[in-house]
T-cell receptor
Framework: DQQVKQNSPSLSVQEGRISILNCDYT??????FLWYKKYPAEGPTFLIS?????DKNEDGRFTVFLNKSAKHLSLHIVPSQPGDSAVYFCAASVNNAGNMLTFGGGTRLMVKP | NAGVMQNPRHLVRRRGQEARLRCSPM?????VYWYRQLPEEGLKFMVY????????ESGMPKERFSAEFPKEGPSILRIQQVVRGDSAAYFC?????????????FGQGTRLTVV
């Protein structure tokens, strides 16, 4: 049973445009959500997070939106850059479970120059 | 300050052999988490350890897998009698505290191939 799902395995975007990556979850106990970026042959690196008490968190070009009623979150990257090309993982946790994260399957983002 | 160090980066084992994966957390970090990524899938939590203690091993297979984090030295993930299905990338993360999640840093992973 996949508790965190990323339904788009890949996404291709032109440089300068917006990239929107989506993530759905089923476990209503999740109260903390994170996005990680992963390059080939490297470990995931933290990008941005959001607590369930918020519906939006912004950090530079990256914004995460959370819709609790729909159990859906999205990552917006504006403007997209070729260096953003990577696999993006959505992850969730119950906060008192610390860093025991439940990951989605990932979305491969390709930003074309 | 070195990041989370995992070794070896690549490990090839024949079916039935043992695999030992090492993880040295960042300096000052006493919490270690192991994750496994099967091909074309996301990372799956395996075990959470704090110095000398296993805090949560709910993601560990019941047989052949074990983990330790001794007082001195790296954390070790041990897989006995490996099978082809154990082929995966194994990632370790470390943090200074139990929360918040943003303070966990991942290593580069060990890619285990069972032939």
């Amino acid at each position: 049973d996949q508790q965190v799902k990323q339904n788009s395995p890949s996404l291709s975007v032109q440089e300068g445009r917006i990239s929107i990556l989506n993530c759905d979850y089923t476990n209503s106990m999740f109260d903390y959500f994170l996005w990680y970026k992963k390059y080939p042959a490297e470990g995931p690196t933290f990008l941005i997070s959001i607590s369930s008490i918020k519906d939006k968190n912004e950090d530079g070009r990256f914004t995460v939106f959370l819709n609790k009623s729909a159990k859906h979150l999205s990552l917006h990257i504006v403007p997209s850059q070729p260096g953003d090309s990577a696999v993006y993982f959505c992850a969730a946790s119950v906060n008192n479970a610390g860093n025991m994260l439940t990951f989605g399957g990932g979305t491969r983002l390709m930003v074309k120059p | 300050n070195a990041g989370v160090m995992q070794n070896p980066r690549h490990l090839v084992r024949r079916r039935g052999q043992e695999a030992r994966l090492r993880c040295s957390p960042m300096k000052g970090h006493s919490h270690v988490y192991w994750y496994r990524q099967l091909p074309e899938e996301g990372l799956k939590f395996m075990v959470y350890l704090q110095k000398e203690n296993i805090i949560d091993e709910s993601g560990m297979p019941k047989e052949r897998f074990s983990a330790e984090f001794p007082k001195e030295g790296p954390s070790i993930l041990r897989i006995q009698q490996v099978v082809r299905g154990d082929s995966a990338a194994y990632f370790c993360a470390s943090s200074r505290n139990r929360t918040p999640n943003t303070e966990a840093f991942f290593g580069q992973g060990t890619r285990l191939t069972v032939v």
